[in-house]
């Protein structure tokens, strides 16, 4: 489906709740322009977060689904991170991390904020784990260069200057949450 053909329409984020997946909602018209992360919402989902494999939340305006994400917990070596991380986890020889999959926005809903939405969520929800256990980084895989470059803006650092593979401190994190008030 050609998203170019999809008029987009207002959202009233403050509408927008975010909660874990109903796995009885209907997830079939999700369309967010990219098939691997449609199709991973349409027919992996449930069944992923039914079994704990991820965790998937979705962002929902009434009953609706318009957006998602998921976290799993992940490994980086050390030296792939950064500098930092070395130091830190250099002995143990892995970073735990928490990994940010598939976030995607549909199409009609795209460009009002839903995104940063979900991305903030998925902050807060790694800052929670990390109050728990060891976490150092939320990281991430950009779909391109342009999604890289938004959330270079965001403050995700590229494991290699030039990939797609990100990641962000817990630190950084909790410091943009409280400067946004949302901690």
Not at 10 to 34: M, S, T, W, Y
Not at 49 to 75: F, M, S, W
Not at 151 to 178: D, H, V
């Amino acid at each position: 489906m050609s998203l170019g053909s999809i008029s987009k329409r207002a959202i009233d984020l403050a509408q927008v709740q975010i909660k874990p997946l109903d796995p009885e909602i209907g997830r079939a018209a999700f369309c967010c322009g990219n098939d691997r992360i449609d199709n991973f919402f349409r027919n992996n989902s449930r069944d992923q977060h039914t079994k704990n494999r991820v965790r998937v939340y979705v962002a929902y305006l009434e009953r609706e689904p318009i957006g998602y994400y998921y976290l799993v917990a992940a490994t980086h070596p050390p030296e792939a991170v950064s500098k930092e991380a070395e130091e830190k986890f250099g002995r143990v020889k892995s970073t735990p991390c928490v990994y940010l999959g598939m976030i995607g926005v549909h199409g009609d809903c795209q460009e009002n904020g839903v995104g940063k939405l979900l991305m903030l969520h998925a902050m807060q929800k790694t800052l929670e784990v990390a109050n728990l256990i060891g976490i150092y980084a939320l990281t991430l895989e950009a779909i391109d260069q342009k999604t890289a470059e938004r959330y270079a803006s965001w403050g995700f650092s590229p494991f290699i200057a030039g990939e797609l593979a990100m990641y962000i401190p817990i630190k950084t994190i909790r410091t943009a949450l409280q400067e946004a008030d949302l901690i």
